[in-house]
């Protein structure tokens, strides 16, 4: 009687495979090329979220790295009856910016200038910069799915529609999400005022 020859593992199309099932794959059976799909997929959302959510260009790079790893590990603890793949990783990206911002936060020294003096240069630098911490920090603050739906339709340039079906959402709640993310901005950036 001869040995029988190895089953081959049956070959999986991941690209058209929906991101639930990609990531019970890597959850169940630690898939290798169901992640490679995953992180084809995200990657450069996730590194465009971090950079438009004011980290540095190199920082956004390693973070990157670091949370699809974090996936990798944690995949088994994604529950699909809470949250849409999508709306689960930048939950964790979201998490993960506040952390490095906070990491990386500059305290800048308030200098008392006479009115009547002409603005130096570097002092309108410091204004942007103040600007950009305040986006920074406001951005930071979003709730979850707000961020979420914020992010693809700002920062990853998606229709509302398409936002709508890969967040398994109707678009009439991602417009109100986008919608109510704008506004808490322009509250948060005019000093809380409506």
């Given at each position: 009687m001869g040995l029988a020859a190895p089953l081959e593992p049956a070959y999986v199309d991941w690209a058209s495979v929906p991101d639930g099932d990609v990531v019970r794959a890597?959850?169940?059976?630690?898939?290798r090329e169901a992640f490679a799909e995953l992180f084809s997929r995200y990657a450069s959302r996730v590194r465009t979220f971090l950079v438009a959510g004011g980290l540095a260009p190199t920082l956004?790079?390693?973070?990157?790295?670091?949370?699809?790893?974090?996936?990798?590990?944690?995949?088994?603890?994604?529950?699909?009856?809470?949250?849409?793949?999508?709306?689960?990783?930048?939950?964790?990206?979201?998490?993960?910016?506040?952390?490095?911002?906070?990491?990386?936060?500059?305290?800048?020294?308030e200098v008392e200038v006479?009115?009547?003096?002409?603005?130096?240069?570097?002092?309108?630098?410091?204004?942007?910069e103040r600007s950009a911490t305040a986006l920074r920090v406001a951005l930071a603050d979003l709730p979850p799915?707000?961020?979420?739906?914020?992010?693809?339709?700002?920062?990853?340039?998606?229709?509302?529609?398409?936002?709508?079906?890969?967040?398994?959402?109707?678009?009439?709640t991602v417009k109100s999400r986008v919608r109510l993310?704008?506004?808490r901005l322009r509250v948060a950036l005019s000093g809380g005022a409506p």
């Open positions: 890597i959850a169940e059976d630690r898939d956004a790079d390693d973070l990157t790295q670091e949370i699809l790893l974090e996936i990798w590990r944690r995949a088994e603890r994604y529950d699909p009856t809470r949250a849409s793949v999508t709306t689960w990783i930048f939950t964790i990206c979201r998490s993960r910016r506040i952390d490095a911002l906070r990491r990386e936060r500059v305290h800048l020294v006479d009115p009547g003096d002409p603005v130096p240069s570097h002092e309108l630098g410091l204004d942007r799915e707000q961020a979420a739906v914020l992010d693809g339709a700002y920062f990853a340039g998606k229709s509302m529609s398409q936002i709508a079906e890969e967040q398994r959402l109707p678009v009439g993310a704008v506004e």
